[in-house]
């Protein structure tokens, strides 16, 4: 194991004023799991304006609150009525650091908080000249990457053929969604189109029931077929429920959903519900936290890897740096630009042998187009208003 050093402190930044761009943009493909069909990204990104540089962070919520109780609309009013006037108001400097702490009143919210601390900790470190990936103690200069395949609109072949595409592009595993009555039988499938050399794993978007016994029969179904690991089976409070069938099967349980944070990640992993962790920086607050929970987890000896919400090259090349520190060991839902989008907001990620080149320009290493800035919708929170 590397240890990593301690994150040197950066100098504060000072704020001018926060401007949320509005992203709307088409996938490529449909992407269905089992919280619903989703054919376009609606977010935001945030932009920190400092008289040395601009910070920029992504808002990595759906357009609704369906993954969890974060939705754009709702991230949007919080910033802006809540989030962002705590930010300015009690002093000008600010640090990543303070950004969890100033923000620290205001439950939950957690996808907004961390775009401002990724972007704050941008514009510091942009000011500074270091990448994000050295800032954080990366031990690779480049990631491998998985893809995640959503529930296709054209059932088993559709998904074989999807795969197979995916597979000759090199991507280094495959996390296939399932659903109640879209489980073992496209597995089981999959396994056999792929042969046993592929690494697979499934994710159920919590749309299990661990006491419906049709539901823990096909999770039982899944435990047969040498998954990697099976991702958030139950709902995101269910840790009991986890812990409880965890044990039973061969297959590690990784949780995603439930994993708020690093005293969460505690309780999962030494519960037993979570023998793998699902680090995404959105869903636990920010960059700072993701470090922490890998940190637990590293302590307790259960590997992490890096997830994905369909990030912009905004919050991509966040989750790229984050997912070349040490104690990351699965190739992550780090896919290249085109597996989203015909046309990607920054300089695009590719795919190169199964892997994706980790930043290393300063700050997260990606900046939006500014042809694309200037069409897109922007509103600014000042800090003197
Ligand atoms: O970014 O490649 C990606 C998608 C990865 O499957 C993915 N994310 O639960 O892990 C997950 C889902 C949530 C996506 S909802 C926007
Ligand atoms: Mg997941």
């Known amino acids: 194991m590397n240890p990593t050093p301690a994150i040197v402190p950066l100098a504060a930044v000072t704020i001018d004023a926060v401007e949320l761009v509005r992203v709307d943009l088409p996938l490529v493909r449909p992407f269905t799991t089992s919280f619903g069909r989703q054919t376009r990204r609606e977010t935001l990104l945030v932009r920190v304006r400092t008289p040395e540089a ?157 006491d419906d016994p049709a539901h823990v029969r096909a999770l039982d179904g899944l435990d047969e077929l040498g998954l990697v690991m099976i991702e958030q089976p139950f709902g995101t409070d269910r840790i009991r429920d986890h812990a409880r069938h965890a044990a039973r099967w061969r297959t590690p349980v990784c949780l995603d959903e439930s994993i708020h944070d690093a005293t969460r990640a505690r309780d999962a992993v030494e519960s037993g519900a979570a023998g793998i962790v699902n680090i995404k920086l959105g869903r636990v607050g920010g960059l700072l936290e993701s470090v922490r929970i890998r940190d637990t987890c590293r302590a307790r000896g259960v590997p992490v890897w890096c997830g994905g919400m369909l990030e912009t090259g905004v919050g991509r090349a966040a989750n790229v740096a984050l997912a070349a520190l040490d104690g990351f060991r699965f190739p992550g839902d780090t896919s290249a630009s085109n597996r989203y989008w015909a046309e990607d907001v920054t300089e695009p990620f590719v795919l190169e042998g199964g892997y994706v080149a980790v930043p290393r320009s300063p700050g997260i290493g990606r900046t939006p187009r500014e042809t694309w800035v200037a069409e897109a919708a922007i509103e600014r929170i000042d800090r003197h208003r």
């Open 54 to 210: 601009d910070g920029w962070g992504e808002i990595v919520t759906p357009a609704a609150p369906v993954y969890s109780e974060e939705f754009t609309a709702g991230a949007a009013l919080v910033l802006r009525d809540h989030l962002v006037p705590w930010l300015l108001a009690p002093g000008s400097e600010v640090t990543a650091e303070d950004v969890g702490t100033r923000l620290a009143r205001a439950h939950g919210h957690r996808m907004a908080k961390a775009a401002l601390e990724v972007a704050v900790m941008d514009a510091q470190l942009r000011t500074a000249g270091v990448a994000l990936a050295d800032h954080l103690g990366a031990v690779v200069d480049r990631v491998p990457a998985g893809v995640s395949v959503g529930i296709p609109d054209g059932g088993i072949p559709e998904l074989l053929e999807q795969v197979a595409g995916y597979l000759d592009e090199g991507y280094l595993r495959v996390k296939a969604k399932v659903q109640p009555g879209f489980d073992v039988a496209p597995m089981t499938a999959l396994r056999e189109h792929v042969g046993t050399g592929v690494a697979l794993q499934v994710d159920g978007n919590a749309g299990y029931h661990p």
